[in-house]
């Protein structure tokens, strides 16, 4: 089929490029230039394993192109997915501005009936709003239907949850729409939820939620283990064998961060708000998430007192493995409580320094070499358990530290192993581990 992405960011860049491998005939836009140059030349913006060999395999074979012409983009789509930011506004509201320009644009544009699919996250109701826009302002002639269909995509995994993903969900009162959208998917085996457009918007807000409320659930948990002296790791594989509660979303840490899971949990509760509804539960797990970010910070003082003039090891900028994205990471408060402290730091990540750079400037030193970052820290704070972190050799820290201290934001290693070495390990919802050490290396 003719399928045009509009919004050639990570989600709508995943979604182009893998329905250009299904076989469809795909054109993904957007209206920076910049971005749509390097797309042609087979470059992916973002960092996504398995994205750019599949981008160059499917511009090579004709099946895929880039745009920043709306009309080329609309003119002769079937079906467009519409994939553009929902940013959060001051409010916590989704700003739907770049979605109704694609709405206006579309009604411009279009030459033939089309099927319009909205990925972007949007608020209850959004989809109807789209339709209402496309409905004034498309030629009389022509027909256009909306379907409310979520991505689940994780980031760092998006191209493997777009093929082999749990659900896909396909919201729309015309069921013509609604096999159309589901012969796309259906080689991809997955099952299909077909339901109303509004349901559908809703399952995406309450599934990050949701997912949202289980980490800082998780979170309050390993607090309260750490005070009565229990280990989070015990008690999590003890719960998560439940088959009711599950084994996934259950690690204690210092929160979540991303494009999703902040603003999706604000917009929630502000859309609940706007219905007379005070979603406190969720108000509850967006504080327990914005305290959790601060604790390493909280914990290095506890420890050792002023951070004033301490050098300090930032291990990992991402807000999670496996991705360059450093929106809502929980690095990018602890580097701000930090310098409030005084503290001198120098972070370490192996892929997402150039974002961070964007955010943090020259407030702070960067590292590609774990060793530097840690060589003469008073203390070392691990911010994402990159596995680059998780196989670094425990001896590491004594080695080059002027202190081996270590505040584990992620409990990338096990207590089992930190106990073999000299150095005090402070972790989430774990005991305390001091050993006693005496430096014998001066690097
Ligand atoms: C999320 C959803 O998983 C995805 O379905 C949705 O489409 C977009 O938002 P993403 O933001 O890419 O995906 O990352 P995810 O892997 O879900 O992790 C989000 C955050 O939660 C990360 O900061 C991660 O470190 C944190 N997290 C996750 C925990 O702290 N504990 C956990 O057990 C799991």
Same mark, same amino acid.
Request: glycine content about 6%; some cysteine.
């Given at each position: 089929?003719?399928?045009?992405?509009?919004?050639?960011?990570?989600?709508?860049?995943?979604?182009?490029?893998?329905?250009?491998?299904?076989?469809?005939?795909?054109?993904?836009?957007?209206?920076?230039?910049?971005?749509?140059?390097?797309?042609?030349?087979?470059?992916?913006?973002?960092?996504?394993?398995?994205?750019?060999?599949?981008?160059?395999?499917?511009?090579?074979?004709?099946?895929?192109?880039?745009? *920043? $012409?709306?009309?080329? /983009?609309?003119?002769?789509? &079937?079906? %467009?997915?519409?994939?553009? !930011?929902? #940013?959060?506004?001051?409010?916590?509201?989704?700003?739907?501005?770049?979605?109704?320009?694609?709405?206006?644009?579309?009604?411009?544009?279009?030459?033939?009936?089309?099927?319009?699919?909205?990925?972007?996250?949007?608020?209850?109701?959004?989809?109807?709003?789209?339709?209402?826009?496309?409905?004034?302002?498309?030629?009389?002639?022509?027909?256009?239907?909306?379907?409310?269909?979520?991505?689940f995509l994780r980031e760092g995994s998006?191209?493997v949850d777009?093929?082999?993903?749990d659900?896909?969900?396909?919201? *729309? $009162?015309?069921?013509? /729409?609604?096999?159309?959208? &589901?012969? %796309?998917?259906?080689?991809? !085996?997955? #099952?299909?939820?077909?339901?109303?457009?509004?349901?559908?918007?809703?399952?995406?807000?309450?599934a990050n939620a949701f997912l949202a409320t289980k980490i800082s659930f998780i979170n309050e948990i390993a607090t309260i283990c750490e005070?009565?002296?229990a280990n989070i790791d015990e008690v999590t594989k003890g719960i998560g064998k439940d088959e009711r509660i599950g084994p996934y979303f259950l690690q204690a840490g210092i929160g979540y961060g991303g494009s999703c899971f902040p603003?999706d949990t604000?917009?929630?509760?502000?859309?609940?708000?706007?219905?007379?509804?005070?979603?406190?539960?969720?108000?509850a797990v967006i504080?327990v998430n914005t305290r959790q970010a601060s604790l390493p910070?909280?914990k290095?003082?506890?420890?050792?007192?002023?951070?004033?003039?301490?050098?300090?090891?930032?291990l990992g900028l991402s807000f999670k493995p496996n991705t360059?994205d450093v929106r809502e990471a929980a690095s990018?408060v602890i580097?701000?409580?930090?310098?409030?402290?005084?503290?001198?730091?120098?972070?370490?990540?192996?892929?997402?320094?150039?974002?961070?750079?964007?955010?943090?400037?020259?407030?702070?030193?960067?590292?590609?070499?774990?060793?530097?970052?840690?060589?003469?820290?008073?203390?070392?704070i691990i911010a994402t358990e990159w596995e680059e972190i998780k196989q670094l050799?425990?001896?590491?820290?004594?080695?080059?530290?002027?202190?081996?201290?270590v505040i584990d934001g992620r409990n990338c290693y096990s207590l089992k192993e930190i106990?073999?070495?000299?150095?005090?390990y402070i972790s989430i919802g774990r005991p305390i581990v001091?050993?006693?050490?005496?430096?014998?290396?001066?690097?």
């Amino acid at each position: 089929m003719n399928i045009t992405v509009a919004g050639s960011g990570y989600v709508g860049l995943v979604t182009g490029v893998c329905l250009a491998e299904l076989g469809h005939r795909v054109i993904c836009s957007d209206i920076q230039e910049e971005k749509i140059a390097m797309l042609q030349s087979g470059r992916s913006p973002i960092y996504e394993p398995g994205l750019e060999d599949l981008l160059e395999k499917n511009l090579q074979c004709g099946n895929l192109h880039f745009t *920043t $012409n709306p009309q080329y /983009a609309y003119e002769d789509a &079937e079906i %467009i997915f519409i994939a553009v !930011g929902t #940013p959060e506004q001051q409010d916590g509201t989704a700003n739907l501005t770049y979605v109704c320009e694609v709405a206006h644009s579309i009604a411009h544009f279009m030459k033939h009936d089309v099927i319009i699919c909205t990925k972007s996250t949007v608020p209850v109701g959004t989809n109807d709003q789209i339709a209402e826009i496309i409905q004034r302002q498309k030629p009389v002639n022509l027909h256009a239907e909306v379907v409310a269909n979520p991505e689940f995509l994780r980031e760092g995994s998006a191209v493997v949850d777009f093929f082999y993903g749990d659900r896909i969900v396909i919201g *729309t $009162n015309c069921s013509k /729409a609604a096999t159309t959208i &589901e012969q %796309i998917y259906l080689p991809l !085996g997955i #099952p299909i939820i077909k339901t109303d457009i509004k349901s559908a918007e809703m399952i995406k807000y309450a599934a990050n939620a949701f997912l949202a409320t289980k980490i800082s659930f998780i979170n309050e948990i390993a607090t309260i283990c750490e005070k009565v002296g229990a280990n989070i790791d015990e008690v999590t594989k003890g719960i998560g064998k439940d088959e009711r509660i599950g084994p996934y979303f259950l690690q204690a840490g210092i929160g979540y961060g991303g494009s999703c899971f902040p603003k999706d949990t604000k917009a929630l509760v502000q859309l609940a708000g706007n219905m007379q509804h005070s979603f406190d539960l969720l108000q509850a797990v967006i504080e327990v998430n914005t305290r959790q970010a601060s604790l390493p910070v909280v914990k290095a003082k506890e420890l050792i007192g002023s951070l004033k003039g301490k050098k300090v090891a930032l291990l990992g900028l991402s807000f999670k493995p496996n991705t360059d994205d450093v929106r809502e990471a929980a690095s990018l408060v602890i580097v701000k409580e930090l310098l409030k402290e005084g503290a001198i730091i120098t972070a370490y990540d192996p892929i997402a320094i150039p974002n961070a750079q964007h955010v943090l400037g020259n407030t702070i030193e960067y590292t590609q070499d774990i060793r530097l970052a840690l060589l003469h820290a008073d203390v070392a704070i691990i911010a994402t358990e990159w596995e680059e972190i998780k196989q670094l050799s425990l001896d590491s820290y004594e080695l080059y530290m002027k202190n081996p201290i270590v505040i584990d934001g992620r409990n990338c290693y096990s207590l089992k192993e930190i106990r073999k070495h000299p150095m005090t390990y402070i972790s989430i919802g774990r005991p305390i581990v001091i050993n006693e050490y005496k430096k014998s290396t001066t690097y």
